[in-house]
């Protein structure tokens, strides 16, 4: 059995959250979810997923400052992160990849465009991990988390 790709989902939006954390559960990802940087740096250091989605914008620990810490982390400076942002304008770009961030993703951004994206990102190899991709259940918690 193929393991299913895991992602971390940043924003302290909820409905921009949500929705892009359904989908992706939808499209077959693990998926949890992260309403700040202080949390996604928690979650990424404990669960290690193989992606990060993280909003730059949000109060307290912010996603340059939690990429930052992520990127500077053995156990977690090999996960990609790709930063979400409704600035992409060049300096947030710029902001952004000097932060550690993998790729900019600008949005509102076309969900299934998105996932496609992640799944290319997560290739191995000649091994593509969308053989992994199917329906997934879903869960609710306080974390968060959805597979």
């Given at each position: 059995?193929?393991?299913?790709?895991?992602?971390?989902?940043?924003?302290?939006?909820?409905?921009?959250?949500?929705?892009?954390?359904?989908?992706?559960?939808?499209?077959?990802?693990?998926?949890?979810?992260?309403?700040?940087?202080?949390?996604?740096?928690?979650?990424?250091?404990?669960?290690?997923?193989?992606?990060?989605?993280?909003?730059?914008?949000?109060?307290?620990?912010?996603?340059?400052?939690?990429?930052?810490?992520?990127?500077k982390d053995p156990q977690t400076r090999h996960i990609p992160v790709v930063a979400l942002t409704a600035h992409a304008l060049t300096p947030e770009i710029t902001a952004a990849r000097k932060a550690g961030c993998?790729?900019?993703?600008?949005?509102?951004?076309?969900?299934?465009?998105?996932?496609?994206s992640l799944i290319k990102m997560l290739k191995v190899g000649a091994r593509v991990v969308e053989a992994a991709l199917a329906p997934a259940r879903h869960t609710r918690s306080t974390r968060r988390t959805r597979s």
């Open positions: 059995m193929v393991k299913k790709p895991s992602v971390l989902v940043v924003d302290d939006f909820i409905d921009g959250r949500e929705m892009v954390a359904e989908y992706l559960a939808f499209r077959g990802f693990v998926v949890t979810e992260a309403r700040d940087g202080d949390e996604a740096i928690e979650l990424a250091r404990k669960l290690k997923p193989e992606i990060v989605l993280m909003d730059l914008r949000m109060p307290g620990i912010d996603g340059w400052e939690a990429t930052r810490r992520l990127k993998d790729a900019v993703v600008a949005k509102p951004c076309d969900i299934r465009v998105l996932a496609d």
